[in-house]
Each structure stands twice: as C-alpha cells, then as structure tokens.
Nanobody, 115 residues
C-alpha cells in the first residue's frame, strides 16, 4: 500500500513563491510516476507537473518557467517549487503516484494566491 503525505501550501501574495512536498512510503519510489495535480473550485483536476517512470518531467503549459518539480530519492520525497504565483494558481494541490493501473493520491493541500 502506497501512502502519500503532503506538506506545505498556504496563502501567498501574487508574485510570491511557495513550496509543497510529498513524502511516499510503502513503495519503491523510483518505479512510480509521481507528481502533482491541482483542482480549483468548479474546475476539473489538471496535471501540474510530474516525473514519468523513466525520470523525465512534464509540466502544464500554464506553469512552465514558473514551477519546478524535483525529487530526493533518499527521502522518497517529491517537491514542487512554485514561483511567480498568480491568483489562477489557487487550488488544492494533490500529490499522486502511479504505476500500471494503480494510482494513489495524497490528501491534498490548499494553495491560495491572493492579495
């Protein structure tokens, strides 16, 4: 059983920075695709950034150049550094881990960008 525990998030002003992290347990970390989705009120959940199983990265066009995903294999942790935040980045951010037909989710962490 994979468990994902998120931390970070919070309230930040437009143009500010925030970081969220996701610690995974119960799995061989590097064999899973891992990353972040987000869901804003009234909108569908969308992919933000992720590591594929071969280690490459994918980013949503809306966050390219502003967000950076990274990982610490020794700590089984994935990070999302968010810079130049905009009000439209406001959402609940969910960590995920997937392999084959299995997908696991974290509990979600709120990121609010507002002045």
């Amino acid at each position: 059983q994979v468990q994902l525990v998120e931390s970070g998030g919070g309230l930040v002003q437009p143009g500010g920075s925030l970081s969220v992290s996701c610690a995974a347990s119960g799995t061989v970390f590097t064999t899973y695709a891992m990353g972040w989705y987000r869901q804003a009120p009234g909108k569908q959940r969308e992919l933000v950034a992720a590591f594929t199983r071969d280690g490459s990265t994918n980013y949503a066009d809306s966050v390219k150049g502003r967000f950076t995903i990274s990982r610490d294999n020794a700590k089984n942790t994935v990070y999302l550094q968010m810079n130049s935040l905009k009000p439209e980045d406001t959402a609940v951010y969910y960590c995920f881990a997937s392999r084959y037909t299995q997908t696991y989710w974290g509990q979600g962490t709120q990121v609010t960008v507002s002045s």
